[in-house]
């Protein structure tokens, strides 16, 4: 598809979205063929990691395979109340593209469920990790978490709490996490997304990632956009203060004039242009052990869209319309 056709094809999605928002995920632009790295696979598609809708999984693999590759486990955000992870198809793709064997799990969401449910979810999908990765051409002793949102925050809090892990057996060991636009202090809870989300939790300050930092937490690359109105970068500083403070590694990387949802949204071929967000987390992984014996394959980078058509330049309007569905999480 060329660019001319991916964009008109984007057109055709942009203008669906608000008559056919039941059908049409407003995710889908990042999720075109075109809008996609190449050289990758889906390997695994729904695979049930225990009973239940919500307990499935996919598996994103680099075509070209030869020893096992790094693995990493990526939660997607939602406010813990939404999300899908058909909607993160650009992610899977993209880590494949520089390496990695990429799973992205469903979990339960608010109102089935509160904390800390969804977290035994992902230490559930992450013991299905441990058992089968192999047979998908990854190396369960080089696993990496990330997440982005309300997913950053699970993927933090399986890191540092080794209780939702040990619970289903998990033994492999975390070599860092990568973390989107995460919450990790938050308390008291001001906004009703959240309330609903941790409200019931009977030691409120034992949700908070930044309650729970050991010398033992893996290194831990924090990233954030700099107007980020749904959480704020002060969130994110006063974490790696505290992280640092235990001597954990960390290291913060703030995107100027990125909002919530764009470093995400730049993982993805579609937007990789605007910033470094993918190659910032693939360095930071490969500092850690993603790849000690050799450079991994690499994709090459889409080039910045020389000029949009009109119709379609609002790009940023989808963004906009994302960040939109969002409540702040802290003051």
């Known amino acids: 598809m060329t660019r001319t056709r991916f964009f008109a094809a984007l057109a055709i999605l ?3 979205l608000p008559i056919q928002a039941h059908a049409v995920s407003v995710m889908d632009p990042f999720n075109l063929p075109a809008a996609m790295d190449g050289g990758t696979s889906k390997v695994g598609d729904g695979i049930p990691y225990a009973n239940g809708p919500r307990h499935k999984l996919d598996v994103y693999a680099p075509e070209q395979r030869g020893a096992p590759a790094p693995v990493v486990f990526f939660i997607y955000g939602g406010g813990w109340s939404r999300g899908e992870r058909s909607d993160y198809q650009f992610v899977g793709r993209a880590l494949a593209s520089r390496g990695f064997v990429t799973v992205i799990a469903d979990y339960r969401l608010v109102p089935e469920v509160r904390f800390p449910d969804f977290l035994y979810d992902s230490a559930a999908a992450l013991r299905w990790v441990q058992d089968n990765i192999a047979n998908y051409g990854g190396d369960p002793n080089r696993l990496f978490l990330a997440g982005h949102s309300a997913g950053a925050y699970n993927a933090v809090m399986l890191a540092l709490d080794p209780s939702y892990r040990r619970q289903f057996g998990v ?9 989107l636009s995460g919450p990790y202090d938050f308390y008291p809870f001001e906004y009703s997304e959240v309330k609903e989300a941790f409200g019931y939790a009977p030691s409120p300050e034992g949700t908070q990632p930044i309650n729970l930092i050991t010398a033992d937490a893996p290194p831990m690359y924090l990233a954030s956009g700099t107007t980020d109105p749904i959480v704020r970068v002060q969130n994110t500083n006063h974490f790696a203060e505290r992280l640092r403070a235990q001597g954990v590694w960390v290291t913060t990387q703030f995107y100027e004039g990125f909002g919530h949802m764009e470093p995400v949204i730049a993982m993805g071929a579609a937007w990789r242009w605007r910033a470094p967000v993918l190659d910032d987390m693939v360095g930071f992984f490969q500092r850690f052990g993603a790849f000690p014996s050799g450079v991994p394959y690499v ?7 020389e000029q949009l058509p009109e119709a379609i330049a609002p790009m940023d309007q989808i963004v906009s319309q994302l960040n939109s569905m969002f409540q702040p999480i802290e003051e």
Not at 171 to 179: F, K, N, S
């Open 14 to 16: 942009i203008s669906l």
């Open 299 to 305: 994709a090459v980078a889409p080039e910045a869209p």
């Open 171 to 179: 033994t492999m060991p975390i070599l860092a996490v990568g973390a």
